[in-house]
């Protein structure tokens, strides 16, 4: 099991030790449930004629949420049932959907991507079929001839640490307000103020793959692959603000009449909201590849072939895509004729397209509605738990590669690649961007200040660069290790900087 790192600074880990942990049914609702609270309700101040204590009672299983008085008479403020709600965290969906998407497009060895021995048609000796050990990610468009196995095993570790070039660590989620309140001040009917809160997120996924990969005839292969996947997922909500001033004003505008944490306390900020974790282990999606040569020359392969991904893993525990997915691709090798010191240089493209259908991980994950009742008997409604979640479509990847292996002899391969994704430029990809909205300060001096985080920036689409940079070296016969560093160059999206790969292929 992987080990979840603290997510928040010390000082203020050490203060919520007690806390109790939010258990999430799967680890794709783990964010969703470390906004889960059980919020008390009711007055403020007791003392006062206008306050009732039997007005109190809770919400329990709330999601974490801004409320909004739905009366015109301040004294009614304190009544908990006349307050209406809006969720603050809507950034869920764009969240998941990332890692979903993530998780669709993690690269994967190659299979035949090793010693190809084929057998020669004049003296019938099995010779190899090219002067490389092949490339690692890139789709290496030789087949490995009738009859022949390959098989090949992989280990990746994804440690993701931003989204869209926001630190996972620490983020800054925005409720931009701005939604009509019944309350009137001053001026006339007022407007909800903005509110922030952060999250500290740690996700971390593994995948252990093994391929096999079989010639149906000289210029024809099957491969199928399934991995073993680890997810892994931790977060904390902090930091809740409510940006509504001093409930000073002349227009109503400055009013902490208009927003509170929980109905009839008039609470602006919340320091500890929740935390949550959750880890599963299991299999993955099922990856079957046909892969077919349309042209062979001793200098130059071309093939075609199609990547099927079968919905096996379980996309709310983010060990599978929750959908089919295909992707038709062109592979191309081109070998330069071999230098007098035996080095081999060996460019190689790739280009395919692929398509998914609609799964959990591209829609919208929501609270339910929810009643409590409180001591008076009164009915309080609120957003909480269980969540509910639609499908949507996961967009679609036009993705490609390009570079090139330098064979040092028979024996050692070093590779380089430029691996990009345009991602969904027919179904759009769910992604964040950083909004701001105009408030009030909630601690003195109460002036007029900005609040600035993350707001859900719909469908778009967007581009994806990596640099993939490796070592195979043949220990003995056609045994080939395999050594690789997968590095980010953008920030688009969820992005894990570094990933190393650690491989083991055999031909026979």
Not at 474 to 480: Q, S
Not at 492 to 507: D, E, F, H, M
Request: proline fraction near 5%.
């Amino acid at each position: 099991m992987l080990k979840i790192k603290a997510l928040v600074p010390m000082a203020f880990l050490i203060a919520c030790v007690n806390a109790p942990a939010q258990n999430a049914p799967n680890v794709s609702q783990v964010l969703m449930w470390s906004t889960v609270t059980n919020t008390n309700v009711g007055p403020q101040f007791s003392q006062s004629s206008l306050f009732s204590a039997n007005t109190s009672g809770n919400l329990p299983g709330a999601l974490f949420t801004v409320y909004t008085g739905n009366v015109s008479a301040t004294a009614d403020l304190n009544q908990p049932k006349n307050y209406g709600f809006a969720n603050v965290s809507p950034l869920n969906s764009a969240i998941s959907s990332s890692i979903g998407l993530a998780l669709s497009l993690i690269p994967v060895a190659s299979p035949t991507s090793a010693v190809i021995l084929k057998t020669d048609p004049a003296t019938g000796a099995e010779l190899p079929a090219s002067s490389t050990l092949g490339p690692v990610f890139t789709e290496r468009a030789e087949t490995i001839g009738k009859g022949k196995f390959f098989i090949g095993v992989s280990h990746q570790d994804f440690h993701f640490t931003s989204i869209d070039g926001q630190n996972l660590n620490g983020l800054s989620i925005l409720y931009k307000g701005g939604d009509k309140s019944a309350f009137q001040n001053g001026a006339g009917q007022t407007t909800t103020q903005p509110a922030t809160f952060n999250l500290g997120l740690d996700v971390r996924l593994s995948q252990d793959l093994a391929f096999l990969t079989y010639g149906l005839s000289n210029r024809v292969d099957l491969s199928v692959g399934l991995p073993l996947v680890h997810s892994a997922v931790a977060a904390t909500a902090y930091n809740g603000v409510i940006y509504s001033g001093a409930g000073l004003g002349a227009n109503g505008n400055n009013c902490w009449c208009q927003n509170t944490f929980s109905p009839g306390t008039f609470r602006l900020q919340e320091p500890f909201i929740g935390q949550s974790s959750l880890s599963k282990s299991g299999f993955g999606d099922l990856l079957v590849r046909v892969k077919g040569a349309v042209l062979e020359r001793e200098k130059a392969v071309v093939s075609v072939g199609t990547d099927l991904r079968f919905a096996t893993g379980d996309a709310n525990n983010y060990l599978g895509t929750g959908t089919t997915s295909v992707k038709p691709f062109v592979a191309v090798s081109l070998y330069a004729k071999p230098l007098s010191n035996g080095l081999v240089f060996s460019p190689h493209f790739n280009v395919g397209w692929q398509f998914s259908g609609s799964s959990v991980l591209g829609g919208q994950i929501q609270g339910s509605p929810q009643t409590a009742t409180m001591q008076n008997g009164d009915k309080v409604t609120y957003l909480g738990v269980p969540l509910t979640i639609t499908k949507g479509k996961l967009p679609d990847v036009l993705a490609w590669a390009a570079g090139a292996e330098l064979a040092l002899g028979r024996r050692n391969t070093v590779v380089a690649d430029i691996l990009g994704n345009q991602i969904g430029w027919i179904n759009g990809a769910q992604t964040v961007t950083m909004g701001s909205a105009g408030g009030f300060s909630a601690t003195a001096p109460f002036a007029a200040t900005t609040a600035t985080g993350l707001v859900d920036a719909g469908r778009t689409s967007f581009g994806q660069y990596s640099g993939s940079f490796g070592y195979k070296v043949r220990v003995a016969g056609a045994l080939v290790v395999t050594f690789n560093a997968l590095v980010r160059f953008d920030n688009n999206g969820l992005t894990a900087r570094v990933v190393p790969l650690y491989g083991l292929s055999y031909s026979f």
